[in-house]
Nanobody, 121 residues
Framework: QVQLVESGGGLVQAGGSLRLSCAAS????????MNWYRQAPGQERVLVAG???????DYADSVKGRFTISLDNAKNTVSLQMNSLKPEDTAVYYC???????????????WGQGTQVTVSS
């Protein structure tokens, strides 16, 4: 099986920075893509940023220019560098991944447990 574990959340002041990490472990042949979603209280879970195993990235308009997603294929770890944080960024951030688990292209898709990011004004 595959597990995703997020870390790096916390409380910061507006304008500050945080770096989130999500490590995948278990039966991993290759990373198809890994993504960060967030969910604020009473809101839908939305995509923040995503990256393919080949390094192609995608960002929500609300975070472009402030957040940077990166993937370390050797460590099966995706990171999200968050700069110039705003109170509107407050949410639980979840790691999501599509992973190929064997040479027959079997895949696994799942979510991490989430990590809280709180930005004070």
């Amino acid at each position: 099986q595959v597990q995703l574990v997020e870390s790096g959340g916390g409380l910061v002041q507006a304008g500050g920075s945080l770096r989130l990490s999500c490590a995948a472990s278990g039966s991993i042949f290759s990373i198809n893509d890994m993504n960060w979603y967030r969910q604020a209280p009473g809101q839908e879970r939305v995509l923040v940023a995503g990256i393919t195993g080949g390094g192609i990235t995608d960002y929500a308009d609300s975070v472009k220019g402030r957040f940077t997603i990166s993937l370390d294929n050797a460590k099966n770890t995706v990171s999200l560098q968050m700069n110039s944080l705003k109170p509107e960024d407050t949410a639980v951030y979840y790691c999501n991944a599509l992973i190929t688990i064997d040479e027959y292209a079997s895949t696994w898709h799942g979510w991490g447990q989430g990590t809280q990011v709180t930005v004070s004004s």
